[in-house]
Each structure stands twice: as structure tokens, then as C-alpha cells.
């Protein structure tokens, strides 16, 4: 702490000096040069110009990564399944795939859009911050190498997620539905569609094969491998949101910088105010089985357990801290440690980066590790 003290008020002064004689072009120009040498912070952060601690900065800059990898994913969703306008350009849509989409909830298309264009404001913003600061943004532009879906709608350029070989994890269902669990006290939670752990599904149409049998109207036709797609999407848009919902309040625990604090807390909870959407979006999916591929969507109120009871989508009181306490209705897990490779981990285990380099891999980690290093 008596480090972090002194080093605040250091850099204060060394801010006031920035502001009178260097602003044009001035941090952001000095910190990309100094990370030439590939590390994950600037070396003058240590130096105290910078307001942020070394910590902070990590933190930031895994977010800045973590917000680009979803502004990615949602950018892909959006072509097809969105509304493209000029607050989320790009793509054309598919009529087919849209009208699954609104099997579970008619408003699909516009929560698609404003999702990706929260995740875009993430990512700017956090970058903005970082520059400002006097730390360098993350840009992760290189590692746009997967290919797009061939389905009409979608852009042709190059991606950094895949979201046609996906594995999702649907165990948050279960784990915001326990009242005696929670994963930070070492507790696992079932999935609520096993299928979707065995095997690799797309959640967007490949390509036009993907909408086979597909007939427009008022009542259209909806073939159950396009319906299938669209649930593997419910589903994902949740496990996606869940995700972030978590990761915040997790590395906010890390945070030094009141201002960096507020941030996180700003950021986090509009991640599970995706999460709440989505959730209750997902409970609408349809119960099928897939023809193509034998995946199947069980109906989730047949067992009559509130354990996957669909409309049960606020958190359910829990364990919190210790079993001596009374259940709380919480975020969870909101374990500190090992937090950002937690995210990491749990993004690659979900098939998203399937075709990315080493290079990716090695640069995430890169990142995750800095960020979990981080200390008050
Ligand atoms: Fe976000
Ligand atoms: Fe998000």
C-alpha cells in the first residue's frame, strides 16, 4: 500500500508536467514506443508518469483484450442475426436464421445489436483510458485469421473468434438455480443441455446449406436443425454474459486506483444485465433434437426441479464467504484468484478460438497472468 501511496503522488506531478508541455501526441505516442519489446506494460508506468499502477494497467489491458474478443464475437452474431445500422455496421442478415432467433424472444434482432454495441464501447473505452493514462491499448488486429460464416448476410474478413465449433457450458443454469452451492466454495454444477458439452456446434449458419428447408410467412417454416443453431446461440449469448458478469466484481478485488475501481464497477454490471436478458431469452428455446447431428434440447421444466426451472432466471440465494452465514442472493464465483485465466480458460475450453495460432494463445495468457498478478 505505502508503495502505491507514493507512487499516486509522483506521478500526479508528473501528469501536471505531461499536461503543460507534452499533450500532442504525448503518452500514447512514448507508450507504443516503449512496447516495442512486446511487454504487456509500458515501462514508465514503473517510472510513476502514469497514475496506474503496474496492476491496474494489466487489469485494464486484459479487459481491453477480453472486451475485443467479444466485440468480435457479437460483431459475427449481429451480420446475421442482428440489425445493422450505422451504430453497428457490417452484414445484411439472414432472414432464416432471424426468424429462429425470434423463436425465443421477437426482440432478438435489437438485443443482439445493442449487446454489440456495448461490447465495442467496452473495448474503446477501456483503450481510451489506457491511453489517456499514459499505457499502451490493446490491439489484437493480427490475430484476425479465422475465416467468417459462408452464409449469405455475414461480412467476408477475417475473425478472431469461431462461433461454428462451439462446446457450451450451460452449467450457469444450474449454478444460479443452487441454493446450497456456489463454485467458489469448490462446488461443480451440471449442465442444462449436456448435449451441448458433447461435441462442436455451430451457433451461427455456416453457409446457406445450414438454412435448408427453410420457407418465409407468417407462419414460417423453421427446419429443427436452423432452430437448433439458434438455441446453441440462447444458450451462448448467456454463457458468454455470465462470464463477464463474474470476471468484473473478480479482478475488481485487485484494483488499486479508486478511478479504476469505478470503472470495473461501472463496466461489470451491465455484463449481467446481458446476462438476466439472455437467460430468460434461453428459457424459450424450443425442446428438439437436432437431425443432423443428434443434439438434443430437453425441456427443461419437464423434471419440475427449480434447478433448471426456466423462469427462474434472478439468482437464487446461496452460500456467501462461509456456510455460518445465511444464504444471499450473489454473483458467483467472484473467487480473486486466478480470475482472468478462470475467463481465459473457460473461453478456449468453449471452442472459440479453435484455428487461432500460438502466438494468440500465448499473447491471452500473457495477458491473464499480468492481470492476475495484480495486488492493492
Ligand atoms: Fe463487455
Ligand atoms: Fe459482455
Known amino acids: 500500500m505505502e508503495h502505491n501511496v507514493r507512487q499516486t503522488k509522483h506521478s500526479t506531478s508528473r501528469r501536471s508536467f505531461l499536461r503543460k508541455g507534452l499533450v500532442v501526441g504525448g503518452a500514447g505516442a512514448i507508450g507504443a514506443g516503449l512496447l ?33 474478443l467479444e466485440s468480435d464475437l457479437w460483431q459475427q452474431y ?46 474503446t473505452f477501456i483503450n481510451a483510458y489506457l491511453v489517456f493514462k499514459g499505457a499502451d491499448p490493446v490491439n489484437l488486429d493480427k490475430f484476425r485469421t479465422l475465416p467468417s460464416s459462408k452464409a449469405s448476410g455475414a461480412q467476408h474478413i477475417g475473425r478472431l473468434t469461431n462461433l461454428m465449433q462451439l462446446s457450451v457450458d450451460t452449467s450457469y443454469w444450474t449454478k444460479y438455480r443452487s441454493r446450497t452451492q456456489n463454485p467458489d466454495f469448490g462446488d461443480t454444477f451440471p449442465p442444462a443441455i449436456p448435449g451441448l458439452l458433447k461435441g462442436q456446434f455451430p451457433a451461427i449458419p455456416r453457409n446457406d446449406g445450414d438454412l435448408k428447408g427453410f ?62 436478458t439472455w437467460q430468460d431469452k434461453a428459457g424459450n428455446a424450443p425442446a428438439l433434437t437436432d437431425p443432423t447431428n443428434g443434439l438434443v434440447f430437453p425441456d427443461l421444466n419437464a423434471s419440475g426441479s427449480e434447478d433448471t426451472q426456466t423462469n427462474l432466471i434472478m439468482p437464487e440465494p446461496t452460500i456467501f464467504l462461509s456456510r455460518k452465514f445465511p444464504p444471499v442472493s450473489i454473483i458467483r464465483p467472484t473467487q480473486t484468484e486466478g480470475a482472468a485465466m478462470g ?34
Open 36 to 68: 516495442a519489446n512486446g511487454l504487456p506494460l509500458p515501462a514508465f508506468a514503473e517510472e510513476g508518469r502514469a497514475s496506474l499502477t503496474r496492476g491496474d494497467v494489466a487489469i485494464l489491458r486484459f479487459l481491453a483484450a477480453a472486451e475485443i
Open 78 to 123: 449481429n451480420e446475421l442475426g442482428g440489425i445493422q445500422d450505422s451504430e453497428v455496421p457490417g452484414g445484411s442478415g439472414s432472414a432464416a436464421y432471424i426468424k429462429a432467433l425470434e423463436v425465443l424472444d421477437e426482440d432478438m434482432p435489437q438485443y443482439i445489436h445493442d449487446n454489440t454495441e456495448d461490447e465495442f464501447s467496452h473495448f
Open 215 to 276: 420457407k418465409p410467412g407468417a407462419n414460417p417454416t423453421i427446419p429443427k436443425h436452423l432452430q437448433a443453431i439458434a438455441n446453441t446461440a440462447g444458450f451462448h449469448f448467456a454463457f458468454i454474459e455470465q462470464g463477464g458478469t463474474s470476471l468484473y466484481p473478480s479482478l475488481a478485488q485487485r484494483v488499486s486506483n479508486p478511478e479504476v475501481l469505478r470503472i470495473l464497477l461501472s463496466i461489470g454490471p451491465t455484463e449481467t444485465a446481458h446476462f438476466q
Open 343 to 376: 475467463a481465459a480458460k473457460a473461453l478456449t475450453d468453449d471452442g472459440l478460438f479453435i484455428g487461432q495460432s500460438k502466438e494468440f494463445f500465448a499473447v491471452l495468457q500473457q495477458l491473464a497472468e499480468a492481470a492476475d498478478a495484480a495486488h492493492r
